[in-house]
Every structure is written in C-alpha cells, then in structure tokens.
C-alpha cells in the first residue's frame, strides 16, 4: 500500500517536519510511502515576506507551482493519504488541507490525526472527507493497518 505523507511545513523546525514521518516508517516497515518532505524544501519560500523584490517573488510563485504539480501527483498515485495535523498548534495548515481535498476528490480514503479539542482542523468539511480521525500517530497506523488488511 502506497500512504502519502501530509503535514505542515510552514512554522516548523526541519525535525518537526520530518521526525513523525520518520516515526511511522519504522512502525510500519511493510508499507511503501509518499513523501514530499523526503526532498529538500525551503519553508522559507511558502510565505511572503512583507517586502520582496521581483526576482524573490517570482521565485516563490515558480517554487509553488513545482510543489502543486510535485504533491498532486503523489497523492493521485497513492492508496491512502495519512495526515498529521498535531503540530500545528493553533495554526491551519493551508498546504496540508489543500492535499486534502485533492485526496477526496481523487477518492482516496483520508486518516487525519488531529488533536480531539480546540484543533484549528476540527471544521465540518474536513472532518466530512476524512474516512477516520485519529488523536494520535498510533492510533492513526492501527487505521493505515485496517485499511491495508481490507485491501488485501
């Protein structure tokens, strides 16, 4: 089973980023996953900065266009997509919930770990197109587990 990755990036230390990720593929070694943040990435060019030159704008327009192209491949190309929403804190996570939505509309079953209260991620839409939601990493990969046992 294919599972892509999805996560904030914006406001997140690189071991932030990266160190659930790295969590869930030990756990669930047997599994093959997608993952944008496996390539080098600049967190720095996701938000505008409140004065930016030409060049560094369009810089980050060409930068955002690679990540959409790049990421709505993956999540086409996956089975499931796995979304660890924890360390967002009180911040909505506008890349991770755009993926989201790809997923949904290419039918991909969704498992979202968010926490159970006072999540900016706990909306109506959101919870409507997640097939689970799940309080923590752990309970999330016992869901990724069901979803792979029924595909098998």
């Not at 997608?34 to 409140?50: E, K, N, Q």
């Not at 709505?72 to 911040?91: G, M, S």
Request: proline share 5%.
């Amino acid at each position: 089973m294919q599972i892509y990755l999805v996560g904030p990036i914006t406001g997140q230390s690189t071991a932030g980023v990266l160190n659930w990720r790295e969590r869930l593929k030990l756990a669930m070694p047997d599994q093959q996953f997608l993952d944008p943040a496996s390539a080098p990435f600049d967190a720095s060019l996701v938000t505008a900065a409140s004065s930016q030159s030409v060049p560094q704008t369009l810089k980050r327009l060409q930068h955002g266009r690679f990540v959409i192209d790049r990421n709505k491949r993956l999540v086409r190309a996956a089975d499931v997509v796995f979304a660890n929403l924890l360390e967002a804190q009180d911040r909505i996570s506008i890349g991770s919930v755009g993926e989201l939505f790809w997923a949904n509309a290419f039918g991909k079953p969704i498992v979202v770990v968010r926490n159970p209260v006072a999540d900016p991620h706990d909306h109506a839409m959101l919870n409507a197109i997640a097939s689970r939601i799940c309080s923590t990493t752990e309970e999330g990969c016992d869901a990724l587990r069901e979803l792979a046992n029924s595909a098998a």
